[in-house]
Antibody, heavy 115, light 107 residues
């Protein structure tokens, strides 16, 4: 069965970076894009972008350019999202999901930015 | 960006009742509209894609319809396990955008 297993919760200081992982199993990793989505109570669900897991090509929501960097490691069927220059506004649950029409989602990673 | 407006924000209904949730786009999205269900503490789950296609394993009491800017998710007979927040997502124009959600509870 399709599974996306994300890394654990992160507590980070303002100005720092975090890198979240998303390990895929149960399907051919390079056959489907991986999307990344942010969820907060205030802003709801926001689409960060997606990565072509075969070519590494990316498409970002303009709002998240310079904030998020998407990469993949095909050898381990793992996608990554690095969030940089963190501020309290980056505190959220971050999901990875398979496909640009997200059909299967990871369990989410809570990122808390606090001094 | 395309704005997605869901209504109502909150809905209380009885078991067995027919429930209709609405999603309105700020411009034509050509049926590139998906519906998700999110239960408390869980990740969203895809219910319907491209307006009216049921995702694998989703019960047939869920259905979708619509065109242009107006879309609907219908639950034909509400079950206790359907208590959740429902989101719509448009994929016609980048960036893809979600609605704010409809929270569905049992009366």
């Amino acid at each position: 069965q399709v599974q996306l297993q994300q890394s654990g919760a992160e507590l980070a200081k303002p100005g720092s970076s975090v890198k979240i992982s998303c390990k895929a199993s149960g399907y051919t990793f390079t056959s489907y894009y991986i999307s990344w989505i942010k969820q907060t109570t205030g802003q709801g669900l926001e689409y960060i972008g997606y990565i072509n897991t075969g070519s590494g090509g990316t498409n970002y929501n303009e709002k998240f350019k310079g904030k998020a960097t998407l990469t993949v490691d095909k050898s381990s069927s793992t996608a990554f999202m690095q969030l940089s220059s963190l501020t309290p506004d980056d505190s959220a649950v971050y999901y990875c999901a398979r496909r640009a029409t997200p059909d299967y989602w990871g369990q989410g990673v809570m990122v808390t930015v606090s001094s | 960006d395309i704005q997605m407006t869901q209504s109502p924000s909150f809905l209380s209904a009885s078991v067995g009742e027919r429930v209709t949730l609405s999603c309105k786009a700020s411009q034509n999205i050509n049926k590139y509209l998906d519906w998700y269900q999110q239960k408390l503490g869980e990740a969203p789950k895809l219910l319907i894609y491209n307006t009216n296609n049921l995702h694998t394993g989703i019960p047939s009491r869920f259905s979708g319809s619509g065109s242009g800017t107006d879309y609907t998710l219908t639950i034909s007979s509400l079950q206790p396990e359907d208590v959740a927040t429902y989101f719509c997502l448009q994929r016609n124009s980048w960036p893809n955008t979600f609605g704010a959600g409809t929270k569905l509870e049992l009366k």
